[in-house]
Every structure is written in structure tokens, then in C-alpha cells.
């Protein structure tokens, strides 16, 4: 089924918001990491490894499920469908692996802050190379998302192929 | 009615991305085996315990 203008341009708003927000909150996620990795102050460390739990919860899981749900109706709801280009598959995958291990995550980040209130663990074991690691990757991916959904370069999946040509034909393929 | 035309196969683009997909697949695995002889989850490693100093893991591999 293919949305009117007026609703494709309200779910493209949605999606574009709640991917771009993502990939904002995961570079603050970046620098949170780089902080707890170097800053000299106890206290700024322990409050980077407290804070990326509730932040997490609060901002990276809704706006990565929404952003998901949201690409995945864009999809359905235009001429792009969700299995016709290879490149709108590759971004479904990138966003749904990204948002799967940002799932599992959640419990690292519950472990960490844990550790960083405890007042009788050290600093050195406070800091966790962890979350700079799956922050850098995860800044990555999403930039791989953002290009292919900029550049959209040219390829149909043998489905995509079947079905243009058989809208072509009056009265064929039908969604 | 006109034939359907011959589907061309996917790009090179694709192919490429594909094979660098599942190679990064084969070394995440790979790294997987080697460094979780105990059976447990990817967690163990991506992660630290707590009161597992960065120091110390590093260290110790």
C-alpha cells in the first residue's frame, strides 16, 4: 500500500528525526566513554559510568526502536519496499543489529553504574573500555545507515525486479 | 503480454558489501572461540566484569 504525500512525509519526518537523534545521542555516548577513560577527577569518572544507564534507557533504546519502526512503515508505505533494494535491506539490517546489541547492552550498563556507585571501588576498576568500543562501532554503523540512505545507490533484489515489472503489466502485482 | 525482462543480478556494490559483511561475521565468531573457552556469551568479553580493572584485563588478555 502506498501512503499518501501528506503521511509520507509525516513518517519520512519521524524517521529522519528519530535516526538522526540517535546518531547524535551516540556521539554524546562517545565523548561519555572518552570522559571515563580519561578523566583524572574520581568523581567525573564515576558520574560518565552512572549517567550512560538512565541516558540509555531514556534516550538510545526509544529512539533506536522508533527509528527502526519508523524505516520499516517509511518502507512499506512507498514505491521503496522493504525487500525490493538492496540498499533498504542492508539498512534494515545495520539498524536492527545495532538495535539488538543496544538491547543485550543494557545489562553492561546496568553492571557499570552498579561498580561506579559502589564508594569502595577503585577508580581503576570504575573505568571500562567497554562502552568506547561499542560507542565507536556503533557510531559507525549508523554513518553507514545515513550514507545509504543519502546516496540510495541503484540495485534490485530478484523480488524487487518481479514485482516492478509486474506492476507494469495492467492489473498485476498487487502488494 | 511482454516478457518479463531477465533480472541482471545484484551489483557489485552489494557483492562487495556482502563479503566484507561476512568476513567482519567470521572474525566476530573467531574471536568469539578463542577468547570464550567457557562457553559463555559475548557479553563476558565485549564486556568487563565488575572489578575487572582495565588495566589488569588488558594485560591478561
Known amino acids: 500500500m502506498i501512503f499518501p504525500p501528506s503521511a509520507r512525509k509525516l513518517i519520512l519526518t519521524l524517521h529522519v528525526v528519530t535516526t538522526v537523534g540517535w546518531l547524535g545521542a551516540v556521539i554524546v555516548f562517545v565523548a561519555l566513554a572518552g570522559i571515563g577513560l580519561t578523566a583524572s577527577d574520581p568523581a567525573t569518572v564515576r558520574g560518565a559510568y552512572l549517567a550512560m544507564e538512565p541516558a540509555a534507557q531514556l534516550v538510545l533504546v526509544p529512539l533506536a526502536l522508533l527509528s527502526l519502526l519508523t524505516g520499516i512503515v517509511q518502507s512499506l508505505g512507498t514505491h521503496w519496499g522493504l525487500f525490493r533494494h538492496y540498499w533498504v535491506i542492508f539498512k534494515l539490517l545495520i539498524t536492527l543489529v545495532a538495535t539488538g546489541i543496544l538491547l543485550v547492552y543494557m545489562k553492561t550498563f546496568g553492571r557499570m553504574a552498579r561498580v561506579a556507585a559502589d564508594a569502595g571501588a577503585e577508580i581503576g576498576v570504575v573505568r571500562n573500555a567497554s562502552p568506547a568500543l561499542h560507542a565507536t562501532l556503533a557510531l559507525v554503523a549508523l554513518l553507514l545507515a545515513t550514507v545509504l540512505a543519502i546516496y540510495k545507490p541503484r540495485g534490485m533484489t530478484r523480488y524487487g525486479w518481479r514485482k516492478r515489472h509486474d506492476e507494469d503489466v495492467p492489473g498485476g502485482g498487487q502488494d | ?61
Open chain 2, 1 to 61: 503480454m511482454a516478457d518479463r525482462p531477465e533480472y541482471p543480478g545484484a551489483p557489485r556494490w552489494v557483492k562487495v558489501a556482502a563479503a566484507i559483511a561476512m568476513v567482519l561475521i567470521l572474525i566476530l565468531l573467531l574471536l568469539l572461540l578463542l577468547r570464550d573457552p567457557d562457553g559463555h556469551g559475548p557479553g563476558r568479553h565485549l564486556s568487563l566484569e565488575p572489578g575487572v580493572e582495565v588495566g589488569a584485563a588488558l594485560r591478561t588478555g
